[in-house]
């Protein structure tokens, strides 16, 4: 379903982007394109990956944080000064691990939200463009 949901944007947007049929023809698909784009199941995708994005950004500030306050801790501890700065470099280290595996969650739900859209999009549009064209 990807796939062709891709291919015909693709074609679309070729087509646009390279007619020579000038203004009217533009038009005409532009005014296609936004009443597809306005059609509720459009819409209730766009606002569930929207508010995916919203929920997904906010987990990564938090383990940035949380991150920031490890090596912190970890630089303040009893010791030497070569020993504090072990410490620190040790657990910076294992937080930027956890940073990394983090962002990549966060990644890999935005991408699935995205591609679960696409797909919701490629069921609910040709129904709903029978019933509107």
């Known amino acids: 379903m990807r796939g062709k949901a891709g291919l015909v944007i ?5 087509y646009v982007l390279g007619t020579r049929a000038g203004r009217e023809r533009y038009e005409q698909i532009k005014t296609q394109w ?7 199941p459009v819409q209730d995708q766009v ?3 929207k508010d995916f994005a919203k929920s997904s ?4 500030p938090s383990t940035l944080w949380d ?8 630089a303040t501890t009893r010791g ?3 020993e504090r700065l072990d410490a620190a470099l040790s657990v910076s280290k294992d937080q930027a691990d ?10 890999k739900a935005a991408k699935d939200a995205v591609d679960d859209a ?4 490629d069921d609910d549009l040709p129904a709903a463009g029978r019933g509107g064209a």
Request: charged share 25%.
């Open 10 to 14: 693709g074609l679309a947007a070729g």
């Open 34 to 40: 936004l009443k597809v784009w306005n059609l509720d």
């Open 47 to 49: 606002g569930k990956v």
């Open 57 to 60: 950004a906010m987990a990564l």
């Open 67 to 74: 991150s920031a306050v490890k090596v912190t801790k970890a």
């Open 80 to 82: 030497t000064p070569g």
């Open 98 to 107: 956890e940073v990394g595996r983090a962002a990549k969650t966060t990644a």
């Open 118 to 121: 696409v797909d919701k999009a």
